[in-house]
């Protein structure tokens, strides 16, 4: 065998054996896929649940790193961003999951409420007094959102539910406020329908989740590297 021969050879052999080894990384991550989904058991107990977790499971199998991963994180990744929304306006996942339904059904803006709802947090940690005059005295930010927006949906005053919204939410906007109106209204019922409906992501599912989507986006990582040694 001549050396360019050889040099080849040797080229194809350490190509060969990088491909292996992305395999056997994303064997394994396929591995901790499906067991992440697995530990979703509250999510799996629903007839929403065992669809998808089913047609994840398969995609997992048939089409590494392409539907499982286009499809697997949907779940997960609603979660992430519950989360995210959560801790930027101080509030839990559920209530937050919750009013981006009530929002989204109404046409509003969920990352808009999530900046009034921080806002709103500032308000009660200064001890703004318009919230004692309007007889909010609640300390939790959605619970005193939820008030001002019943006040609001009581109230024909545009002017003065947009200066109020200014003080106690940020800005002024009327969108804002009949996003605010809207949640008032339609929240409970939104949320007891999603729990009926096993709907509503719960704390317990939340661990579940962070797995599925660490797992995913790893196994998304090794199926890119593949390809990419594929060409090479």
């Known amino acids: 065998m001549s050396p360019l021969e050889e040099t080849g050879a040797r080229i194809q052999f350490q190509a060969q054996d990088g491909v292996s080894q992305i395999l056997s990384r994303m064997t394994g991550e396929v591995g901790n896929f499906r067991g992440a989904i697995a530990g979703l058991s509250s999510f799996m ?17 048939i089409s590494i790193g392409l539907a499982a991963v286009r499809t697997g994180v949907q779940l997960a ?10 801790r930027a306006s101080g509030s839990t996942v559920q209530e937050v999951q919750v009013a981006k339904q009530v929002l989204e059904d109404a046409g509003g803006n969920a990352e808009s409420m999530a900046a009034a709802l921080s806002f709103m947090n500032r308000q009660i940690a200064a001890g703004n007094p318009l919230l004692q005059r309007l007889g909010i005295d609640t300390r939790d930010a959605f619970a005193a959102v939820l008030e001002l927006g019943k006040a609001f ?3 024909d005053d545009a002017a003065t539910k947009n200066l109020i919204a200014i003080k106690l939410l940020g800005r002024g906007e009327k969108e804002l406020v009949a996003d605010v109106e809207a949640l008032a209204t339609g929240y409970a019922e939104t949320r007891s329908e999603m ?20 797992a995913s986006d790893r196994l998304g990582r090794n199926w890119k590297a593949f390809m990419i040694n594929m060409q090479a």
């Open 153 to 155: 949906a009581s109230s």
């Open 195 to 214: 729990e009926k409906t096993g709907a509503l992501i719960t704390d317990d599912m939340l661990p579940g989740l962070r797995d599925l989507d660490e």
């Open 45 to 61: 107990k629903s007839p929403a649940g065992l669809i998808a977790v089913g047609g994840l499971a398969a995609s997992a199998v």
């Open 77 to 86: 990744d609603t979660a992430e961003q519950l989360e995210r929304l959560a």
